[in-house]
Nanobody
Framework: QVQLVESGGGLVQAGGSLRLSCAAS????????MGWYRQLPGKQRESVASITSDGTTNYADSVKGRFTIPPSNSKSTVYLQMNSLKPEDTAVYYCNAEVVSYYYGDGTRVSAYWGQGTQVTVSS
């Protein structure tokens, strides 16, 4: 099993910044990708940003130029630097990871995992 632990959410005024972090632990042979999703009240969860094992990043159009995934010293930790925050960024943010785990006698298996979510609230 793999656990994702998020931190860094909170309340911030419009125009401010927050930095989220997500640390993965457990049966990790390799991490294919890590990323961030958010869920606004009454809406489906949507992708915000992601990074693959080769460092390729992708961002939703709504956050391009404002959010980034900065470099990490650990391959099992991902950050989300959020600048110029807007009230419409208010949501629960979830960390996601696609992880390859090794099981003795059974080989490797790829699974997707989610963090518990962290609330980000941007006041106007």
């Amino acid at each position: 099993q793999v656990q994702l632990v998020e931190s860094g959410g909170g309340l911030v005024q419009a125009g401010g910044s927050l930095r989220l972090s997500c640390a993965a632990s457990g049966n990790i042979f390799r991490i294919n990708s890590m990323g961030w999703y958010r869920q606004l009240p009454g809406k489906q969860r949507e992708s915000v940003a992601s990074i693959t094992s080769d460092g390729t990043t992708n961002y939703a159009d709504s956050v391009k130029g404002r959010f980034t995934i900065p470099p990490s010293n650990s391959k099992s930790t991902v950050y989300l630097q959020m600048n110029s925050l807007k009230p419409e960024d208010t949501a629960v943010y979830y960390c996601n990871a696609e992880v390859v785990s090794y099981y003795y006698g059974d080989g490797t298996r790829v699974s997707a995992y989610w963090g518990q979510g962290t609330q980000v609230t941007v006041s106007s």
